[in-house]
């Protein structure tokens, strides 16, 4: 193959890639902090104690998280078929993505928001601040570093669960991997495959730890 | 200002029973100063998490300004807490937020609109004298800056109640002196009614018009500070004016005189020697400035046992001096725990 049949192919492909890392991981990004959000409240001694609701929670993310996302995502296709009308293509491949994403995401920010120094809480409770408050102004706020941290491995993560997405026909560069690179031994586009994809997460990381920097204040 | 009634809180876990609070009667009268002192585990801090409700009571009630707290509804106790202060000992800020964002919280938790929200946070830095450091993260400040904001924080709601917990008691002895001297200021100057817990005895002495000893979730003593250190057998004096068990002979009579304003200023012990031609020895003592008002304690030996001795010591309590004698039933403050049966509350 040569360099001119490759770029556009490989344009193609990365634009896919992002479009299903872009999405999955807004939709992650808002199921992982409310699920993260009520792990933390509804446990023995959160701000809205409820203990048979954070064990069902609990279950759930560790099923969602137990699954192989190769597995999810065939187990799963009469649902997005149902969702976005159809399971192949990139569309399709966002609703796995992110499926198996928020748990995932779900349990850094339970982390994360354990972090937050319970005086503060305390000292918020004190002044009259509502759980609303509490939450918004305090957890979440607090939190900050830890949650884009935490986004930051899940953006990762996302991107190499992507490329597996690729192999039932959701599209991009894992897409291409397969088809040029292992079925037509194409060397050079799975070399140029392999660069991009190393690029791309190390410029997800890098500024993931960028805006980490900027939130810390400590 | 602030009524404890027959407070009780019991901890329970895996079975176990702790009784952190356990039935105690406290007033703090408007505009003083209250120290609860006491060691850690002696359930000051429980008690004081239950003024604002942090911690519910299991039995007890609880009266701030007037205002029985256990019978407000969530929303009330809110704005209930909104009007009293609290600072804590490792300060409670936000660290996301600047000096400036922090004293904001309270604000815009009450939801004061934006403009009112920016003048009312300048007026509370200049208060506590942080103005230049509005723009500060609470990590780029040091301890006492720390709790200066805490401060100003606790008194965005203009709250007539301030509770401290253990606000001093994470800084270092300078920092603690400009602390407490700016919580007296804030006393003064606004009528702000304090409850404090320590288990500092400095910070009492400084700064405290009345207090509180609590051990084992009880209080055994509480009154003013003043009364309380001239009260034989008081845990307060005890700790303020401390002296080693003394070593009883039986062949002489260990005295404690505790002596304040004028009668310290008289000199008793050779008035005392003079008027009986014996010698005193003095075993040891202290002098400490409370409230403007000198109050000492001093141990003196006399010649012979407390029997020959009851002419000397109808002398020194005529010249209105407290005075202790050891190994004598009934009399001596070295005796054991006679403060736990006077457990009389302030009224």
């Known amino acids: 193959m040569t360099w001119d049949e490759m770029v556009p192919l490989l344009r193609q492909g990365t634009l896919e890639t992002l479009q299903m890392t872009v999405w999955s991981t807004l939709f992650t990004a808002l199921g992982g902090i409310l699920l993260g959000v009520l792990l933390v409240l509804t446990d023995r001694g959160?701000?809205?104690?409820?203990?048979?609701?954070?064990?069902?929670?609990?279950?759930?993310?560790?099923?969602?998280?137990?699954?192989?996302?190769?597995?999810?995502?065939?187990?799963?296709?009469?649902?997005?078929?149902?969702?976005?009308?159809?399971?192949?293509?990139?569309?399709?491949?966002?609703?796995?993505?992110?499926?198996?994403a928020i748990p995932f995401y779900a349990r850094l920010v339970e982390t994360a928001l354990r972090e937050v120094d319970p005086g503060v809480v305390a000292a918020a409770q004190a002044m009259g601040a509502s759980r609303v408050q509490i939450v918004g102004k305090v957890l979440l706020r607090e939190a900050r570093p830890g949650l884009v941290a935490g986004l930051t491995v899940t953006v990762v993560a996302l991107i190499s669960y992507s490329a597996m997405a690729g192999a039932i026909g959701g599209g991009g560069l894992g897409d291409l991997a397969i088809r040029y690179g292992y079925q037509r031994f194409e060397t050079g586009m799975m070399l140029a495959i392999l660069v991009l994809l190393i690029a791309l997460v190390q410029l997800v990381q890098s500024l993931g730890d960028l805006a980490v920097r900027r939130l810390t204040h400590k | 200002m602030i009524q404890i009634e027959k407070l009780r809180k019991v901890y329970r876990a895996r079975g176990r029973e702790v009784t952190a609070v356990d039935g105690v009667d406290l007033t703090v009268r408007e505009g003083e100063v209250f120290g609860v002192l006491g060691r850690s585990g002696a359930g000051k801090s429980t008690l004081l998490r239950c003024v604002n409700l942090l911690e519910r009571p299991d039995e007890g009630r609880v009266r701030v300004d007037g205002r029985d707290l256990l019978e407000l509804s969530g929303g009330e106790l809110r704005r209930a807490r909104q009007r009293i202060g609290m600072i804590h000992q490792h300060f409670g800020l936000l660290s996301s937020r600047t000096v400036a964002g922090n004293v904001a919280f309270p604000l815009e938790?009450?939801?004061?609109?934006?403009?009112?929200?920016?003048?009312?946070?300048?007026?509370?830095?200049?208060?506590?004298?942080?103005?230049?450091?509005?723009?500060?993260?609470?990590?780029?400040?040091?301890?006492?800056?720390?709790?200066?904001?805490?401060?100003?924080?606790?008194?965005?709601?203009?709250?007539?109640?301030?509770?401290?917990?253990?606000?001093?008691?994470?800084?270092?002895?300078?920092?603690?002196?400009?602390?407490?001297?700016?919580?007296?200021?804030?006393?003064?100057?606004?009528?702000?009614?304090?409850?404090?817990?320590?288990?500092?005895?400095?910070?009492?002495?400084?700064?405290?018009?009345?207090?509180?000893?609590?051990?084992?979730?009880?209080?055994?003593?509480?009154?003013?500070?003043?009364?309380?250190?001239?009260?034989?057998?008081?845990?307060?004096?005890?700790?303020?004016?401390?002296?080693?068990?003394?070593?009883?002979?039986?062949?002489?009579?260990?005295?404690?005189?505790?002596?304040?304003?004028?009668?310290?200023?008289?000199?008793?012990?050779?008035?005392?020697?003079?008027?009986?031609?014996?010698?005193?020895?003095?075993?040891?003592?202290?002098?400490?400035?409370?409230?403007?008002?000198?109050?000492?304690?001093?141990?003196?030996?006399?010649?012979?046992?407390?029997?020959?001795?009851?002419?000397?010591?109808?002398?020194?309590?005529?010249?209105?001096?407290?005075?202790?004698?050891?190994?004598?039933?009934?009399?001596?403050?070295?005796?054991?725990?006679t403060a736990t049966e006077e457990e009389a509350p302030v009224s």
């Open chain 1, 46 to 100: 959160g701000l809205l104690p409820a203990p048979p609701v954070n064990q069902v929670l609990g279950v759930i993310v560790n099923i969602g998280r137990s699954l192989p996302f190769v597995i999810l995502m065939m187990a799963i296709i009469p649902f997005t078929r149902a969702l976005v009308g159809t399971s192949i293509g990139t569309q399709a491949a966002i609703v796995p993505l992110t499926l198996s």
């Open chain 2, 109 to 337: 938790v009450m939801g004061v609109p934006r403009a009112e929200r920016a003048a009312r946070v300048a007026e509370l830095l200049e208060l506590v004298g942080l103005t230049e450091h509005a723009d500060a993260y609470p990590a780029q400040i040091s301890g006492g800056q720390k709790q200066r904001v805490g401060i100003a924080r606790a008194l965005a709601g203009r709250p007539k109640v301030l509770l401290s917990d253990e606000a001093t008691s994470a800084l270092d002895p300078e920092t603690t002196a400009s602390i407490l001297e700016l919580l007296r200021d804030l006393n003064r100057r606004l009528g702000l009614t304090i409850l404090l817990i320590t288990h500092e005895m400095d910070v009492v002495k400084r700064i405290c018009d009345s207090a509180a000893v609590m051990r084992q979730g009880r209080v055994v003593e509480s009154g003013p500070v003043r009364e309380l250190l001239l009260r034989p057998g008081s845990e307060l004096a005890r700790g303020l004016f401390p002296l080693p068990e003394p070593v009883l002979r039986g062949d002489t009579t260990v005295v404690d005189v505790t002596f304040e304003g004028e009668s310290a200023d008289r000199p008793f012990v050779s008035t005392l020697a003079r008027t009986y031609s014996i010698d005193v020895n003095i075993l040891g003592g202290a002098v400490e400035d409370i409230g403007g008002t000198r109050i000492g304690r001093l141990r003196i030996e006399l010649p012979g046992p407390p029997d020959v001795n009851a002419a000397q010591l109808a002398h020194l309590r005529e010249a209105g001096l407290t005075v202790e004698v050891h190994g004598v039933a009934g009399d001596a403050a070295g005796a054991g725990d």
